[in-house]
């Protein structure tokens, strides 16, 4: 199964690519509307802060093809900072408009002890749902990041994990849309699961 | 809750594997790609690879070992050794690498951190630092052990912390290849002093130096070669030990 991944600049995303690879997909890095318009799954990697990869991916002209697969509900996959670029707005270093696909906002994690939220944290799931499916009883994976999506349980946060008693959303879902706020591409076994799970999810 | 980390460092010459003692009598052990692969199924947390050759052919054959690893290897992982300017940055990240660590030239010219740290992001600059005890405090050495800068090592570190670097690896030398035990004082002092992560490194000899350096010395991570490459300790039998003293980790 072919997965586009979208290319505006923003970090290595090489690592996505292989660990996509791993999980059985025909992974494509592209810029080309019409790729991105026919894969089956669309990933929007990202590293970074968001001004500059708002910028770069308003750049590329593709976020107009990007809101009409989620118009389509055709599956689209924020991993990291492509997470945090699917909701209304982002206040890293200031007010950063996003692409609005879902409702929330990303804050500066806060009551936590160190930042970034960096290393290995467990899933806690608050639902059923495909992307669950034969992982194990802690689901461990890995975190860089020190922004998050607020509130921190609203209806779209699947799972979250727990940073000293701060809820910190690490799976969101919309109608096709998901995101990830660890790196699936470097979390072990269970980040392998959940790339391959993503099929169940179209 | 977030785990401790267990990271196997493995240092590289020529494209291999290879151990010494105090940064001396250095042995060939293994493939770095099959042994980072053997640590990380064994339950490794992060991986570090530290390349010490130091010659411009042995560089292009590190990025090969570097692009090999990150095919292959499902966890982070760290590069270092002679990372000098932003290019070594951008060659070694673009190559693969979740984090590139600096040592003696970030002392040599300190801005390397906040330049690195503005273009990459904290979270892929790692501060590399060898200590030796020099009287109450600890000194800094550059040049692969080799050179007493004078420079006091905390007072470093949160300099670095200052400059942008995203953690602290710090590699007590007089424990370096000893087995042990970590140096828990002087990362006690660290852990007090810095709000990034902090790596101990130097001094793992047996299962219980991690128990000692986490509950003691507040570390986020714990960094070791020798230990696991002759395989006098499992890692799992590490992690199942701290599972059991309430240590959280990802078993």
């Known amino acids: 199964m ?23 997909y025909e992974p494509v890095l592209t810029k080309e509307a019409a790729e991105i318009k026919k894969a089956p799954i669309v990933v929007l990697p990202g590293v970074g802060a968001a001004a500059p990869a708002m910028a770069a991916l308003e750049a590329t002209g593709l ?41 929330g906002r990303i804050e500066k994690l806060t009551n936590v002890p160190k930042i970034p939220h ?41 799972a979250y994990a727990d ?35 993503l099929r169940q999810c179209l | 809750m977030l785990a401790k980390r267990i990271v196997p460092c493995l240092d590289i010459r020529n494209g291999r594997v290879v151990k010494g003692q105090q940064f001396k009598n250095i042995k060939d ?41 990150a095919e292959t290897i499902t966890i982070p992982f ?16 673009k190559a693969g690498a979740d984090k590139v660590s600096v040592n003696s030239a970030a002392v040599q010219r300190p801005a390397l951190i906040r330049e690195a740290a503005e273009v990459y992001g904290s979270q892929c600059v790692v501060l590399s630092i060898d200590a030796k005890r020099y009287g109450d405090s ?4 550059v040049k692969g052990g080799r050179e007493d800068t004078g420079l006091d090592a905390i007072a470093w570190a949160k300099q670095g912390e200052a400059l942008g670097a995203g953690e602290i690896c710090i590699n007590a030398m007089d424990q370096d290849g000893e087995t042990e ?5 002087l990362c006690r002092r660290l852990t007090k002093e810095l709000h990034i992560p902090v790596i101990a490194s130097g001094g793992a000899g047996k299962a219980e130096d991690f128990v000692d350096v986490f509950t003691q010395a507040q570390v986020d991570a714990a960094l070791a070669a020798s230990i696991f490459h002759f395989r006098r300790v499992a890692i799992r039998d590490i992690k199942r030990l701290l599972k059991s003293k309430g240590i959280p980790v990802r078993l």
């Open chain 1, 118 to 158: 960096m290393g290995w944290n467990e899933l806690v799931f608050r639902d059923e749902h495909p992307l669950a499916e034969n992982l194990p009883s802690s689901p461990y994976v890995y975190f860089v990041h020190s922004y998050g999506k607020t509130p921190p349980l609203s209806d779209d946060v699947l």
């Open chain 2, 138 to 141: 600890w000194h800094v050495y």
């Open chain 1, 63 to 103: 976020v107009p093809v990007l809101r009409e697969r989620v118009e389509a509900k055709k599956l689209l996959v924020g991993i990291c900072l492509g997470m945090q670029l699917l909701y209304d707005i982002s206040f890293e270093d200031g007010a950063v408009p996003c692409l609005g696909f879902l409702p």
């Open chain 2, 29 to 69: 052990v293994a493939d770095p790609v099959e042994l980072g692969k053997r640590y990380s199924d064994e339950g490794a947390d992060e991986l570090v690879f530290y390349d010490i050759t130091a010659s411009y052919e042995g560089r292009s054959i590190f990025l090969d070992v570097v692009r090999a690893v």
């Open chain 1, 163 to 197: 940073y000293n008693s701060q809820p910190i959303p690490g799976i969101v879902t919309g109608e096709g849309l998901i995101g990830m706020q660890f790196h699936p591409e470097k979390s072990g076994a269970v980040g392998h699961q959940l790339l391959v799970n």
């Open chain 2, 181 to 185: 035990g970590f140096a828990i004082e």
């Open chain 2, 78 to 93: 760290t590069v270092g050794g002679g990372v000098g300017s932003l290019e070594d940055f951008d060659a070694l990240l």
């Open chain 1, 2 to 24: 072919k997965v586009a991944i979208v290319d505006y600049g923003v970090g290595n995303v090489a690592n996505v690519g292989y660990a996509l690879t791993r999980a059985g």
